[in-house]
């Protein structure tokens, strides 16, 4: 059974702490990505790889880094948590598709999310 | 950044009906149409991925068209089940390289 696991699913931290949300993918995928889902909104984009040590910024960025040292494992961090971002986090994989159809046309496999609070 | 539009943003249906929502996307530099199911505490899983104007995909009984002239899709579900109960997504693969766009949702509630 193919899995994305996310290290936690639910953590509390305070305003200005470091978080390291960690994700794993069993399915020797080139893509991943970090999403962020808030009430009344879509899934949005923070960072996604395409490659071990490759990384690109999403379409809200601000506030996070991404690391990928090895390519079943996607690091999301907040360098200095923000009660704004407080939010379920969901990491996703997806294979390679070489350029074609501008690389969208693979479905994306999830992890179960990880709900963050910050105080 | 483009929107992905979904309604209705919440269903309550009975057990057995059929009932139907819509995506619409941006129909410039279309690229592909995904829904998802994402079930209370579990991940979301694809449901489909459509591609060309026209298509239409089946499985079990949740079936969804494709228009990408116009720029909307359909999901299907016919004689709705309480396990159907679930948030369906959809996303559109016209936010650029490697990038889909989520609408927020249908949060489908179906009682027994």
Redesign the interface.
Known sequence: DVKVTQSSRYLVKRTGEKVFLECVQDMDHENMFWYRQDPGLGLRLIYFSYDVKMKEKGDIPEGYSVSREKKERFSLILESASTNQTSMYLCASRTGTSGRARGVTGELFFGEGSRLTVL | ?LN?EQSPQSLHVQEGDSTNFTCSFPSSNF??L?W?RWET??????LF?M?LNGDEKKKGRISATLNTKEGYSYLYIKGSQPEDSATY?C?S?S???????????TRLAVHP
């Open positions: 950044i992905v690229y592909a995904h998802y505490a579990k991940s979301p899983e694809a991925v591609t997504l996303a693969g936010g650029g390289y490697n990038k889909l766009i989520f609408g927020a949702g």
